[in-house]
């Protein structure tokens, strides 16, 4: 995930460009939203499709590579450009052979394996390598280059592609699943509810920090708004889905602030890229804290999010561009206020929500300055009995 961040920061600032260049110039909400202005047009190719279409292989090659080590990136990277490529399966191909229903390769061309797909590629790929290093263990140093430079990496690609070849179709068709689903819930009979609606896909966000539940969730929110940029009701589940990608890192930068002690100077450091990662739409900042204190932070993140999204909903605010954070809210128009107020109002309840459920660290590692924090929570009054012990 770390090395997919700086992708997703280029490619979600320049999209929200692309869209508020389109604004500014006057352009009405459409299916060529983004596009239509020449600057927008080149800052939409740049950011959407070259800057966030490689979010898959990244992810896919460095598992790979996590797994391999450097024989696994090629065929990592391959087989996370498969599972962004809807095309590359066995019912693609036989549909257009007419083997098979014609109309299923429409299904294949318009909706790929996505972010699971690219987490299975990797997996397999780093795998496969590992099985032909054993293969090839005899081998004669003479021969170690061929190896390296032929062997490894023309089987392992073989190897993941005829994988792929298979595996896109169940985790397209459950892409498709997510987004008909999501689709669903935007029909008017379900408006009554609408604020329920935005709290769970606000919250789904935030529960795994740019994991594979908050990935499907965005792309199936985000194929659900570009089939109707006019869709007001998707409008607002995209709001609320822009609010559960901001709240964990802001919310955790905020709680370094308000409860220092509760976290040492280690956690509080990185608070100021936090908070402008949040601001920016980066949920991924947010990784280091879970894996240190997963069941508070995770619980901190999610309640919070379902708050902030909820209200996004119930107030209707909405958002246009996908991705960016604050710089896509820049192009909501009239409700730009309201969910910009939705995700501070979430933001500041978790900050207080974790800075109250967290001990309080031994000063030796806080290393606190003047400000020593809201004192309350769990914890209050335990630091001189910590540091005799030490004694």
């Given at each position: 995930i770390s090395h997919m961040i700086p992708f997703v920061v280029a490619g979600g600032i320049l999209l929200a460009i692309a869209y508020l260049i389109d604004t500014i110039a006057g352009v009405s909400p459409g299916p060529d939203f983004g596009q239509t202005n020449v600057g927008a047009h080149i800052f939409h190719i740049l950011g959407g499709t070259l800057a966030l279409g490689l979010i898959f292989p990244v992810v896919s090659g460095f598992i790979s590579y996590s797994i391999a080590g450097r024989p696994g990136i090629v065929s990592g990277f391959v087989g996370g450009m498969a599972a962004n490529t809807g095309m590359f399966s066995l019912l693609y191909f036989l549909s257009i052979k007419n083997v098979i229903n014609p109309s299923i390769a429409d299904d294949m061309v318009n909706n790929s394996a996505g972010f699971f797909g690219a987490i299975i590629a990797g997996f397999l790929s780093g795998f496969y390598v590992n099985q032909m290093k054993k293969w090839f263990a005899k081998m004669p140093n003479s021969l170690q280059g061929i190896k390296d430079m032929i062997l490894v990496p023309l089987l392992s690609v073989i190897m993941i592609g005829a994988s792929m070849f298979i595996c896109n179709i169940p985790f397209a068709y459950l892409n498709i699943g997510i987004g008909e689903g999501v689709t669903q819930l935007t029909s008017d009979k379900y408006k009554y509810i609408l604020w329920v609606i935005g709290g769970l896909v606000s919250a789904l966000m935030a529960i795994d920090m740019g994991g594979p539940i908050n990935k499907a969730t965005h792309y199936a929110v985000l194929g659900v708004l570009l089939k109707d940029m006019t869709n007001t009701t998707a409008q607002t589940l995209m709001a609320s889905n822009i609010v559960g990608i901001m709240v964990p890192p802001v919310m955790i930068a905020l709680a370094t602030?308000?409860?220092?002690?509760?976290?040492?100077?280690?956690?509080?450091?990185?608070?100021?890229?936090?908070?402008?990662?949040?601001?920016?739409?980066?949920?991924?900042?947010?990784?280091?804290?879970?894996?240190k204190d997963p069941i508070r932070v995770i619980g901190s993140s999610v309640t919070a999010s379902f708050i902030g999204g909820a209200l996004c909903a119930a107030i209707h605010g909405v958002a246009l561009a996908p991705e960016g954070g604050m710089i896509s809210y820049a192009v909501m128009g009239a409700a730009c206020w309201k969910a910009i107020v939705c995700a501070l109002i979430g933001c500041v309840f978790g900050a207080f929500m974790l800075g109250t459920l967290r001990k309080k660290v031994p000063s030796e590692y806080a290393l606190l300055g003047k400000w020593k924090g809201i004192p309350i929570g769990p914890g209050v009054g335990k630091k001189k009995k910590i540091i005799e012990v030490k004694k």
């Open positions: 602030w308000l409860f220092p002690q509760k976290f040492t100077k280690a956690d509080r450091q990185p608070s100021p890229a936090n908070l402008v990662m949040g601001f920016c739409g980066i949920t991924e900042g947010a990784i280091p804290y879970v894996v």
